[in-house]
């Protein structure tokens, strides 16, 4: 029994090490390059970090791998993630979280409002016909109850039922999907401001 329970945590040691060794370069401007590989979900993102702030800003910008066709055509208006945060000290994205969602629909990249709130999800177009190559700023602050996206000056509002002061919880990275996992190489640059 020991031996087993020995052999376990080491198991989980050494996958924690390969999970904090999967790590996201970062470029001379202060872009953090985010790759999700082909057949994957989960982008190439360093052990989830704490946040505590009152609103979360950043730059992302996305290059042609942004381009994709799902194998089932109903799954192209699936929402991708971005970046964001969950909410209320809790890890549980699905919970109470907030985050800027993409996808490629109807031969453009738009840039979607995507949150949960006690479960609850709910999202919204933000902006379309993104540029690929172009620098965009995004933004999620919070205001009377409400959740405030800004990407590039459009702004979309999404119900907030979190009461907390501020946005305390851990970042969240690009991922792909819904129910298909990306069907090649995804690049997409983030940078914090």
């Known amino acids: 029994m020991l031996f087993k329970h020995f052999f376990f945590m080491m198991t989980v040691f050494f996958a924690i090490l390969f999970m904090a060794c999967k790590h996201a370069k970062v470029d001379e401007n202060g872009f953090t390059e985010y790759t999700i590989n082909k057949g994957d979900h989960y982008s190439n993102h360093l052990i989830t970090k704490a946040i ?13 791998s942004a381009i994709y066709q799902n194998v089932d055509t109903l ?7 971005l970046y964001g945060f969950t909410e209320d000290n809790l890890s549980n994205d699905h919970y109470n979280s907030a985050r800027i969602g993409w996808r490629w ?5 738009q840039l979607l409002a995507y949150c949960y709130n006690e479960g609850q999800v709910s999202y919204g177009l933000i902006k379309g016909n993104i540029e690929l190559g172009k620098e965009i700023f995004c933004s999620i602050k919070k205001e009377n109850g409400k959740y405030v996206f800004n990407v590039d000056g459009s702004i979309f509002l999404l119900p907030r ?4 002061d501020k946005f ?12 298909e996992t ?6 997409i640059l983030i940078k914090d401001v």
């Open 168 to 179: 305390a919880g851990f970042k969240l990275y690009p991922y792909f999907g819904g129910d």
């Open 161 to 164: 039922k979190s009461t907390s």
């Open 182 to 187: 990306a069907p090649h190489e995804i690049k």
């Open 105 to 109: 629909y109807h031969d453009e990249l």
């Open 75 to 81: 799954n192209q208006a699936d929402i991708n993630k």
């Open 52 to 64: 505590n702030t009152d609103e979360f800003n950043f730059i992302a910008k996305f290059d042609s």
